[in-house]
């Protein structure tokens, strides 16, 4: 929990910092998340071997790390992509202002209002493509996210049966259902990159 907190307050850093800083700061938290998921897969291991009457409690407190520290790696990965963008629109709005216009060998005028709207139409375009992108990677995350949850589920689907005695009968159904909810996911994620291929291959 004392990790979690730490990276949620360098989290807060992040708005505050400036440019030289900035990246510094997301390495630092970066390598906490790191190092709690490291401690996470140490702790799953070491509940697993605690008491059969203590070891729901364990799993499910793991379990709840592992979720909060999901949620902080994807808040990092969309401020990450925030910066960028900024950034890819900074240094494109500073190369347009530094560009020279000059006359060509028949005393004809580059035509600046045209070639202006032409560059906003690129660049609406490159920020339409990278907000598609964002949102694509967003739901693959979500979709692993989501993949991670259904296992621990079933684990604790698998805990519980087991506690109560359920027949083999019963765990067989609970087996076979998220056997096919992973291929449903599964399936959900291919026909998300599909997708995503075949907007990014029409708009360029």
């Not at 071997?49 to 592992?66: F, S």
Request: glycine content about 4%.
């Amino acid at each position: 929990d004392r990790q979690v907190h730490e990276v949620q307050s360098y989290m807060g850093r992040l708005e505050t910092s400036d440019k030289e800083s900035v990246h510094l700061v997301e390495n630092e938290i970066q390598a906490r998340i790191d190092n709690i998921f490291s401690n996470l897969e140490r702790l799953e291991i070491l509940s697993s071997k605690e008491p059969p009457n203590k070891r729901q409690n364990a799993k499910l407190r793991v379990d709840q790390l592992k979720y909060d520290v999901q949620h902080l790696q994807t808040a990092l990965r969309n401020f990450q992509q925030r910066r960028y963008l900024r950034e890819q629109q900074e240094r494109q709005r500073e190369e347009l202002l530094a560009r020279t216009f000059t006359t060509n060998d028949s005393d004809t005028t580059i035509p600046i209002d045209e070639t202006l709207q032409f560059n906003e139409h690129l660049q609406s375009a490159h920020r339409g493509m990278d907000e598609l992108i964002g949102s694509g990677t967003n739901i693959l995350q979500g979709l692993r996210d989501q993949r991670v949850t259904l296992k621990g589920t079933h684990k604790k689907i698998l805990d519980v049966a087991n506690m109560l005695g359920l027949s083999n009968t019963v765990m067989r159904l609970i087996e076979k259902r998220a056997f096919q909810d992973k291929f449903l996911m599964l399936g959900g994620m291919a026909v998300t990159c599909l997708i995503m291929f075949l907007v990014v291959q029409y708009l360029t």
